[in-house]
């Protein structure tokens, strides 16, 4: 797959020609390329690739190119580990990005804090360490975010309920989904929910049925799932199979647009912090117009994380000037605005506290089914980040 290329061309230039390092940014990426979480990674690499081939193609930042070192972890600890390893000691990266399942975090984080490199979370969830007050090192993009998502998904279901909500939660079994899911089941009853059950999936999940029977015997008339995608749409399909006819809600990764198209459910509902491209903004015709050009195996639909990974590495290594070091680029991530140009509802804004957001947008779509188009449940609504 053009993942598994990706990884490997960026291996081949490294060795081919070690010099270039000297005389640019190194960027140092371990990501899950391949495996079953591929489909919400991925994508956004290829989209960052290209946003980032782009940049040098116009000259790069401060004269000098950005060289991307994109390493493949299936979502593996042990892997992860190990490239970033490979990416401080060989390619000394002056920026770390991680791209993959939060049971890598612990490792990663380990050893961005010996080398004292920053790292950032782009297309995997944003840790809580970045919220304020933030880990001097630690720094997000990604559109999902713990606890504010279960909060602003809760805030959608008791608006749009028309009965009492007896709420089913299914996270798959890795740190942070865990916890999120744990979080909802805490925060449900101030909402007046009553949480009948919760699943705890493992990734390697060959049938997604045993646990959807255990939500539908529960009694939940809606579902809230805040996973990898492989996750929760099984889980949604596995319920239907079952005739389950309740609501669903669920985080709105890259792969949804497409997939609401696909599965037609006018139940299902996906939250998100990224605008679809179905609104048709003139950046979302910027992404699909470099997608096409650049022959990207991935639609420009779930671009949207990988690119605006790209804006913001792309401003902080400006800010870091040259010749630059890790301090530099952290220094310059710490005080960072970033107009998304309508990908998300508001800017990222990253202070010396604050590095996730200062608000945080949701938007909620759906399957309409009479008209045949993805449509707006609930437009844009914000929470402070505090």
């Not at 000297?22 to 946003?51: C, F, K, N, R």
């Not at 390493?71 to 990266?93: G, M």
């Not at 096409?292 to 800010?319: D, F, S």
């Not at 070091?325 to 990222?348: C, E, F, H, Y």
């Amino acid at each position: 797959m053009r993942a598994s290329k990706i990884a490997f061309a960026a291996l081949a230039a490294t060795l081919a020609v070690p010099a270039v390092a000297q005389d640019a940014y190194v960027v140092g990426i371990t990501s899950a390329l391949t495996g079953p979480p591929a489909s919400t990674y991925a994508p956004a690499m290829e989209a960052l690739q290209i946003y980032i081939d782009r940049v040098n193609a116009a000259g790069g930042v401060n004269g000098k190119q950005i060289k991307l070192v994109i390493l493949d972890d299936s979502a593996e600890p042990s892997k992860a580990t190990a490239n970033v390893k490979r990416l401080l000691t060989q390619d000394n990266a002056v920026l770390l990005v991680n791209a993959s399942l939060s049971s890598t975090y612990a490792p990663i984080v380990g050893e961005a804090k010996r080398a004292e490199v920053p790292l950032l979370f782009a297309s995997g969830v944003c840790p809580r360490e970045v919220y304020p007050p933030a880990d001097p090192l630690q720094f997000c993009t990604t559109a999902y975010a713990a606890t504010y998502d279960s909060r602003g998904a809760l805030t959608f279901v008791k608006e749009t309920s028309k009965q009492p909500v007896q709420l089913g939660l299914a996270a798959m079994a890795i740190p942070l989904s865990r916890a999120e899911m744990d979080f909802a089941e805490q925060q449900a009853p101030s909402f007046g929910m009553r949480v009948v059950d919760k699943e705890v999936i493992p990734p390697p999940t060959p049938d997604y049925t045993p646990f959807a029977t255990k939500l539908k015997e529960a009694g939940a008339n809606w579902v809230f799932s805040w996973a990898p995608w492989v996750t929760q749409v099984r889980t949604l399909e596995a319920l239907r199979r079952l005739d389950w006819a309740g609501d669903y809600i669920t985080w709105a990764h890259l792969e949804s647009e497409g997939e609401l198209v696909r599965l037609k459910d006018g139940k299902l509902f996906v939250i998100g912090a990224n605008s679809l491209f179905q609104d048709n903004l003139p950046i979302h015709r910027e992404i699909a117009d470099a997608a096409k050009k650049a022959n990207a195996k991935y639609p420009a639909q779930q671009m949207t994380e990988g690119w605006i990974a790209g804006m913001v590495i792309e401003a902080a290594l400006k800010g870091a000037g040259w010749p630059t070091t890790p301090a530099k680029v952290q220094a310059s991530m710490q005080n960072l605005k970033v107009d998304l140009k309508g990908l998300r509802g508001g800017q990222i804004e990253w202070t010396k506290d604050n590095h996730f957001r200062t608000k945080q947008y949701y938007r909620v779509y759906r399957w309409d089914s009479a008209k045949s188009v993805i449509v707006v449940a609930k437009d844009w609504y914000s929470y402070d980040v505090k």
